[in-house]
């Protein structure tokens, strides 16, 4: 057990549980650089959802996602920020956050198979399910003014 708690301590901070903000902006970062670039669009995205979803100002974001995008770098698994989200969002909010990753993907006008792999895989580590992964998609399609395909 002494071991255990040892070797979560010395364990890099990108593994241990994540405070909510957090978790959504590495989410929402990673979502970006999943296609190896990451966009002006994408980062003005990227800001506005966390300024919407958070109720920070522009500099509390910028701030955020500063901390969030070295975080994003010395990442080596999904699941410490997926966890938090599943464990602090109720449903409704998870689905809301699908939709965030989609406007992600979406925002350089172009969804990379990466990007849309990788919310299939956090969509199931939230315990979103596949139906309203798609919807949550359509939708975010339909307000970009888009046709689904």
């Known amino acids: 057990m002494f071991m255990q708690l ?3 301590l010395k364990a890099p901070e990108t593994q ?3 405070d909510l903000k957090v978790a959504v902006a590495v989410l929402l970062l990673e979502a970006a650089y999943r296609d190896d670039t990451f966009s002006t669009d994408e980062r003005v995205v990227i800001a506005r959802l966390l300024r ?3 109720g920070l100002s522009e500099s509390e974001a910028s701030q955020l996602m500063a901390a969030s995008e070295s ?4 990442m080596v698994q ?6 938090a989200i599943s464990e602090q969002m109720p449903p409704a909010e998870r689905i809301g956050f699908i939709e965030m990753l989609w406007e992600v993907a979406y925002a350089d006008g172009v969804l990379d198979p990466e990007e849309d792999a990788m919310i299939r895989r956090i ?3 939230i315990y979103v399910e596949d139906r309203d992964r798609v919807l949550a998609r ?3 399609l339909k307000r970009m003014g888009r046709e689904p395909s």
Request: charge should be positive; glycine fraction near 4%.
């Open 6 to 8: 040892m070797n979560f």
């Open 16 to 18: 241990r549980p994540a």
């Open 52 to 54: 919407e979803r958070f």
């Open 71 to 74: 975080r994003v770098r010395q």
């Open 78 to 83: 999904l699941q410490p920020f997926t966890h």
């Open 123 to 125: 969509a199931g580590l």
């Open 138 to 140: 359509q939708r975010v």
